[in-house]
C-alpha cells in the first residue's frame, strides 16, 4: 500500500501512480487517510518530481543521474504551510512572496496582477500555480480530468475557477498544460479550437516511463515539448518542469536577493516567451530565457539543471553542461530514481 500524503488541494492520495482522491475507485489509502488541515502540505511528496527529503541523499557528482538528480532539493523540509507565503491581507505582492519591505511599487503590481490564466491539471504542480497567482491577483480558472465539482474544495481555499478543460483553454491569455505526458494525447483534439493564436500555452511537463508508459516519440529523441505541442496543435512556452512543487511554493524571493532561485523558459515566439519569464520574475525566481523549444532537451528530466534550486549563474552553466547523447542516461537515472522510490514505498 503507497504511502498517502496531501495534496495542494488539502485532500489526500497515496503514493500509486493511479490513485485519484475522491474516486470510487481510489485506493483505500487515500480514501481512508485523514486530510492535513487546511493549506498546510504535511509530508509533501510527488510522484514524478521525488519523496521529501528526509528520504533523500543528495545526488552526487557524477551519479547516473547525471550527478543532479531527479528529487527534490537538498534541503527540502518535510512540511510547511502555505500560509508563510502570504502577506498582509492575504495577497502577494508580485516577486516579494513573504517578504513584503521587498516590494516594488504598488503601482507596478497593479500593472501586472491583473492576467486570465487557465490551467489543466489541479495536482501538485497545477494546484501551486493557481494559489500562487490567485495570490498575486490574477484570475485563475482550473480543470481536472474529472470536472468542476471535483475540484469544489481546491476552488474554494484558493479562489481559482474550477471548470472543464475546454473552458480552462478559453479561460484568457495564458493556458497552463500541467498534467502527466501519458495523459495528453487524452486532451480532447478540439481544445484549443478558436482560442486566439497569441494565447500563451505553458507545459510544465516530464517524461517518466515508470509513470507514463513507454511513448515511443520520447523514447526515439524527440524533445518532450515539442511532443506536446504537437498533441496540442500550439506552440508551448516549456517553463516550471526543473523545479519541485514545493520549491515553487514557498521559495519565491525578491529580485536581488543573493542566491534567488532561477528557471529557464523556452519557446517560440519570443513574445510569448517573454510574457512566461515575466510571470516566472513575478512568482520571486529569476527568469532566463532559455532560448528555443528545439533546446529544451537541456531541462528534461535528469539534466544538470533539473530540481537543484540553482541561481542565475548556476542555471545558465547547467543548461550549457547538459550534454544532448546523455540524455538516456538523464532521463533513466530520474527513472530508477522514481522508481527506487515507489518500490520503497511499496508502491
Ligand atoms: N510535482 C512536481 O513537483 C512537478 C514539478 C515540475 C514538473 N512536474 C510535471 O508537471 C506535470 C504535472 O505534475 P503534477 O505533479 O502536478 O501531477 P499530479 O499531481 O499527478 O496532477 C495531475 C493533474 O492532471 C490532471 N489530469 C490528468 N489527466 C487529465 C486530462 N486528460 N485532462 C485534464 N486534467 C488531467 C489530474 O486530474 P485528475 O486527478 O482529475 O485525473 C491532476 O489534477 C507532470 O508532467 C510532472 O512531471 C511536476
Excluded at 533523500?56 to 502555505?82: E, I, N, T, V, Y
Excluded at 519557446?267 to 533546446?295: H, N
Amino acid at each position: 500500500m503507497g504511502r498517502a500524503f496531501s495534496l495542494p488541494s488539502g485532500g489526500t492520495r497515496c503514493s500509486r501512480p493511479g490513485c485519484r482522491p475522491g474516486r470510487a475507485t481510489g485506493c483505500r489509502a487515500a480514501r481512508r487517510s485523514t486530510p492535513t488541515p487546511r493549506g498546510t502540505l504535511a509530508k509533501a511528496s510527488n510522484l514524478a518530481e521525488g519523496p521529501d527529503s528526509a528520504r533523500l541523499s543528495p545526488p552526487r557528482q557524477g551519479d547516473p543521474r547525471g550527478g543532479f538528480g531527479g528529487g527534490p532539493p537538498r534541503g527540502s523540509q518535510a512540511g510547511m504551510s502555505l500560509g508563510r507565503q502570504e502577506s498582509a491581507g492575504g495577497r502577494e505582492s508580485p516577486g516579494t512572496v513573504g517578504h513584503p519591505t521587498g516590494a516594488r511599487s504598488r503601482a507596478q503590481a497593479l500593472e501586472d496582477a491583473d492576467m486570465k490564466i487557465g490551467i489543466i491539471g489541479a495536482g501538485l504542480i497545477g494546484g501551486t500555480l493557481a494559489r500562487r497567482w490567485v495570490k498575486l491577483g490574477h484570475e485563475v480558472s482550473i480543470a481536472n480530468s474529472r470536472g468542476p465539482d471535483t475540484l469544489r474544495e481546491l476552488a474554494a481555499e484558493t479562489g481559482a475557477k474550477a471548470v472543464t478543460a475546454q473552458e480552462a483553454a478559453r479561460a484568457g491569455e495564458v493556458v497552463v498544460v500541467t498534467i502527466p505526458q501519458k495523459a495528453v494525447p487524452e486532451l480532447p483534439k478540439d481544445l484549443f479550437a478558436n482560442v486566439p493564436r497569441d494565447v500563451v500555452v505553458i507545459d510544465t511537463g516530464n517524461y517518466y516511463p515508470v509513470r507514463d508508459g513507454s511513448i515511443a516519440a520520447l523514447e526515439g529523441g524527440q524533445v518532450e515539448s515539442e511532443w506536446v505541442a504537437s498533441l496540442l496543435g500550439r506552440p508551448v512556452i516549456k517553463a516550471f518542469n526543473n523545479i519541485f512543487f514545493q520549491s515553487l511554493l514557498e521559495k519565491g524571493t525578491p529580485k536581488g536577493t543573493p542566491g534567488r532561485i532561477a528557471l529557464p523558459v523556452a519557446g517560440e515566439p519570443p513574445e510569448a516567451r517573454a510574457k512566461v519569464l515575466k510571470l516566472v520574475e513575478e512568482l520571486g525566481f529569476d527568469a532566463i530565457d532559455a532560448g528555443s523549444l528545439a533546446d529544451s532537451w537541456r531541462q528534461q528530466p535528469g539534466t544538470p539543471v533539473y530540481t537543484q534550486d540553482l541561481d542565475a549563474a548556476g542555471v545558465k552553466k547547467a543548461l550549457a553542461a547538459a550534454e544532448r547523447s546523455r540524455l538516456p542516461e538523464y532521463r533513466d537515472g530520474a527513472n530508477t530514481w522514481l522508481k527506487n522510490f515507489l518500490a520503497s514505498q511499496g508502491g
